[in-house]
């Protein structure tokens, strides 16, 4: 078997385009795939494998710009006002317990730093910072 420039960019091609189903690499492996295609295709006329090298860089760096442009950022969903959540654990004054919300394990504070909240206690989510919930016992609300 003959190894050409071509055949080459197109298994090295074949390779990233391969990788992006097993490792999670935002499509970058599949768009640095996709410009090795197109390198095999110059390949046929540019027989320098320094400027095809070249190109493959160009071609995957323009790739990946442009699709970071064209794909819609995604927003984080934020926490509704006043939602409930449950206690797993203790929350002492000024410390992070748990809680459970929406059906997942959250760390979470108390707004008020001098209230305990103890195990299974119905409290209320007034808010988020970074991923711990601000979270008000709900009897200090209905007092």
């Known amino acids: 078997m003959i190894w050409t420039p071509t055949l080459l960019w197109l298994l090295a091609g ?8 097993f490792l999670p690499t935002a499509f970058v492996a599949f768009l ?23 190109l493959w860089m160009v071609l995957s760096t323009v790739f990946v710009l442009l699709s970071r442009r064209l794909i819609p950022k995604g927003t984080a ?3 509704a006002d006043s939602q409930e959540a449950k206690t797993l654990t203790e929350i002492p004054p000024g410390e992070a317990g748990r809680v459970i919300y929406e059906g997942n394990s ?9 209230a305990t ?17 601000i979270v008000l016992p709900e009897n200090l609300l209905h007092s």
């Open 117 to 133: 909240i103890p195990p299974n206690q119905n409290v209320i989510v007034v808010g988020r910072k970074g991923t711990t919930l």
């Open 77 to 79: 969903r934020a926490i």
């Open 14 to 21: 074949s390779l990233l385009c391969l990788a992006e189903l």
């Open 106 to 114: 959250w760390q979470a504070r108390c707004e008020d730093t001098k």
């Open 32 to 54: 640095m795939g996709l410009s090795a295609f197109a390198v095999a295709g110059c390949s046929l006329v540019l027989p320098y494998v320094n400027l095809q090298i070249f």
